[in-house]
């Protein structure tokens, strides 16, 4: 008697293509569902416990590159598999930074199907023990990534740290040098779902005036004199992760201090 899998939901527009990957992981015990639009798949990401998403890339009206940027935001611990005829490196580093975890050129064989998706389901399932044993671990010694403490005070920042870490908001720092703002931002963007995406910090404090745009959101060649090439953009850096602006500081009055706060961004 066979044991049945991993769920495994197959997205693709060719009926031949979607039936022969079927007919492959129904050959490797897994438990399939099939689709031949975004919008079909959609409907069973809602209403399906899946282990694993395979989809094409190139379909009509909504492609399967929405359908990885839906999947990543609304099922982010869903691993993905990219399928297309498109033999294109761009294609396969725009769906790895849309959260795809591997990417697969038709045509290809029934056992570069199951090895792509054995490895992938592995990495998920050891990450995922991974995780549990570092909450684990740092319940046990009052570690929250790096912030170590018991106090209620600093139950209560974690408790913040945990309300925000997965959401796409501007988060507001407070505090004097030293408190240990940046440690909270790094909490903010590695405990959280975009923790695989770029953290770029940014010492606002450290760049000339006159500068600091050109540093936040690059410039094109011949935007101004000296602009031989073009450059990007730290924002554009920190694309789908967050950016860090350490060091802003306002004037609270004539003879007061500058107040020190640190802006922590998530950009998708």
């Known amino acids: 008697m066979s044991v049945i899998k991993e769920k495994i939901l197959i997205v693709d527009d060719n009926d031949d293509m979607l039936n022969l990957i079927q007919r492959h992981l129904k050959s490797f015990n897994y438990h399939t569902y099939k689709a031949s639009s975004v919008s079909e798949a959609i409907d069973i990401l809602k209403y399906t416990d899946l282990d694993l998403l395979i989809t094409d890339l190139n379909m009509p009206e909504i492609n399967g590159m929405e359908l990885i940027k839906y999947t990543q935001e ?50 998920t399932k050891a990450n995922s023990t991974n995780l549990l044993n570092k909450t684990s671990t740092s319940s046990k010694s009052n570690n929250y990534s790096g912030i170590v403490g018991s106090s209620q005070q600093l139950k209560k920042v974690i408790e913040i740290i945990e309300r925000v870490k997965d959401n796409k908001v501007t988060v507001l720092i407070e505090g004097e040098s030293g408190t240990g703002k940046e440690l909270i931002a790094k909490a903010i963007h590695f405990e959280g779902r975009f923790a695989s995406m770029p953290f770029i910090s940014i010492n606002c404090g450290a760049i000339p005036e006159n500068l600091i745009e050109s540093e936040l959101f690059g410039y094109t060649k011949g935007a101004f004199t000296g602009a031989s090439e073009s450059k990007m953009g730290l924002f554009q850096a920190a694309s789908g992760g967050t950016v860090f602006l350490d060091e802003i500081g306002v004037v609270c009055g004539e003879n007061t201090a500058p107040l020190k706060f640190t802006a922590v961004k998530s950009f998708l």
Do not use: C, M, R, W
């Open 74 to 123: 609304h099922y982010p611990l869903i691993p993905k598999i990219v399928v297309t005829g498109l033999n294109s490196i761009d294609n396969a580093v725009t769906a790895i930074k849309s959260g795809a975890l591997d990417y697969l050129n038709k045509p290809f064989t029934s056992d570069e199907l199951q090895i792509a998706i054995d490895s992938l389901l592995t990495k």
